[in-house]
């Protein structure tokens, strides 16, 4: 036995006995969950390449400025699972950034009163109309709305909740809204008239010129590098360009390497067509470590579904990893999903699942879910060859998972060991360990793992494992550990035999 209080030399009569905190038989050690947000640091007190760690919503706005967009996504993060810690880092605005505005125009004059409102970043503002308003009157009257702020305070809830401002034109009749942060992600707010019946006016119409303009790329990398040995399971992006994205990739493949083993996902939003998803997506098609939330023209911002869905997502796939996302409520993004003229038809999200991008449910209340999660990858990585089907986001979680309860089993119970070879009146000592008794413990884990649903078919792949002591180091061991992730019940194909 190996005491580690109790002295070997010990003469004293008596019992004395060490305390030592042990995993119970049949247990697994649990993967560690830890987010991180990165995007653009524009305002505020905070630093560039700085990482802020467990951050409350107020703490991200004084650090990155009201209504930024990292202020934003901490609040819906925190507010999607407000069980989970956030961390945040913001690169400084490219130089020369410019930021995007739109533009509302109010024509004619309303022949009878009511409710007109539009929907600026996800967030509506609404403001009262009387019969006889004309269209100068009513754009004062829209931009007093937008730059209302609470009683006796100074918050403008549109730039508290948006990071939008609104100002009304030299014609009088033209309302200009602006993003106060700089770049060319500022281009992607949604700007939109209301469509609902009861924001509609008799004699009162308004035209809207989209979101354009906003210029400016930052590099995250700096910001990636703040990350340091830090392990990240879950990295939200809130820049979705590509080469900003393909940044975060690389970090998260690095991680990846078995030296490291800090698996991490990359999640992230984008406002787009259909062809311009895909062109994204095939330029990630052999990248299995980025989770892509797409839809075309959504009232909500993308860095907003990003940090929506990694959440939910960082959550379910920690507490199982091969358990499928679908019917996960993403609530959020309730009641800011596209017009149903605008959302995918199942034949294109066929095509998007086959082209890497996730796809998501517009339920009749407005409500929003997964429908299928699946990472950008497009190519078999063992052939080279495009892919059968979507590469779902279990399918790395739990290689992730596995890697790190095996590792974390071999550290705890295998870290001293001698090593023997197979045969030896050693084998069975305790300290002592071989190939054989390796391979018994892989196969003895690997049951573990198929009882919750991790993996399948052990019986045939666990004695298929190859456990080899190093022909020319005698304290290593090399081992080939096969093993089959678990499937999911996702497409239900019937043949309905109606018999007359």
């Not at 640091?41 to 107020?58: D, M």
């Not at 796809?359 to 929003?368: E, H, I, P, S, Y």
């Not at 295998?414 to 190939?435: C, H, M």
Request: proline share 4%; hydrophobic share 45%.
């Amino acid at each position: 036995m190996d005491f580690e209080q109790i002295p070997g030399s010990w003469a004293v009569p008596g019992s004395y006995t060490e305390i030592r905190e042990v995993a119970a038989p049949g247990t697994l050690v649990g993967m560690p969950l830890r987010c991180v947000l990165v995007g653009q640091i524009s305002g505020g007190t905070g630093v560039a390449n700085t990482v802020y760690s467990s951050l409350t919503a107020a703490q991200a706005v004084a650090l990155f400025g009201a209504g930024s967009a990292v202020a934003q996504s901490v609040a819906a993060f925190l507010k999607e699972e407000p069980t989970l810690t956030i961390d945040a880092v913001g690169v400084a605005p490219a130089d020369g950034s410019v930021a995007a505005s739109a533009s509302l125009k109010f024509e004619g004059t309303a022949t009878s009163g009511g409710t007109m409102a539009a929907i600026l970043g996800g967030y509506r503002v609404a403001f009262t109309v009387t019969s006889g308003m004309t269209a100068a009157e009513a754009a004062q009257a829209f931009v007093a709305a937008c730059n209302s702020s609470a009683a006796n305070a100074t918050v403008n809830y549109l730039k508290a909740e948006t990071g939008l401002s609104a100002t009304l034109g030299s014609d009088g009749v033209t309302v200009t809204v602006q993003s106060w942060e700089k770049g060319a992600f500022t281009g992607q707010y949604d700007v939109r008239v209301s469509s609902a019946s009861y924001d509609q006016v008799d004699g009162l119409s308004l035209a809207v010129t989209p979101m354009a303009g906003g210029a400016g790329l930052p590099d995250v990398t700096p910001a990636l590098q703040a990350l340091g040995g830090t392990w990240y399971t879950d990295l939200i992006l809130l820049l979705n360009d590509q080469p900003n994205i393909t940044a975060a990739q690389v970090e998260a493949k690095s991680r990846e390497n078995a030296m490291k083993a800090q698996d991490m996902r990359v999640w992230v939003g984008f406002s787009g067509t259909q062809s311009q998803i895909l062109a994204l997506t095939q330029a990630f098609s052999t990248a299995e470590e980025i989770v892509l939330i797409a839809e075309q023209a959504p009232r909500w911002s993308p860095w907003i579904a990003a940090a929506v869905a990694g959440a939910e997502g960082a959550q379910a796939l920690n507490s199982d990893p091969s358990r499928q996302l679908q019917g996960v409520v993403l609530t959020g993004l309730a009641g800011l999903g596209p017009d149903a003229g605008d959302q995918f038809t199942p034949i294109q999200r066929n095509v998007l699942l086959h082209g890497g991008c996730t796809t998501l449910k517009f339920n009749r209340d407005g409500t929003v879910s997964f429908e299928r999660v699946v990472t950008t990858r497009q190519v078999n990585p063992t052939s080279g060859l495009a892919l059968d089907g979507p590469w779902n986001v279990m399918i790395p979680a739990i290689n992730a998972r596995v890697r790190y309860e095996w590792n974390a089993y071999y550290a705890e119970n295998y870290q001293r060991a001698k090593l023997a070879d197979v045969g030896s009146s050693l084998e069975n000592v305790p300290g002592v360990v071989t190939v054989r008794t390796l391979k018994a413990s892989w196969v003895a884990q690997c049951l573990l793992y198929q009882a919750q649903g991790w993996i399948d078919d052990v019986a045939t792949l666990g004695p298929q494992a190859v456990f080899e002591r190093d022909s020319l180091d005698r304290n290593r061991v090399n081992s080939t550990l096969p093993i089959k992730p678990m499937g999911s019940l996702i497409v239900l194909a019937n043949i309905l035999q109606s018999q007359v």
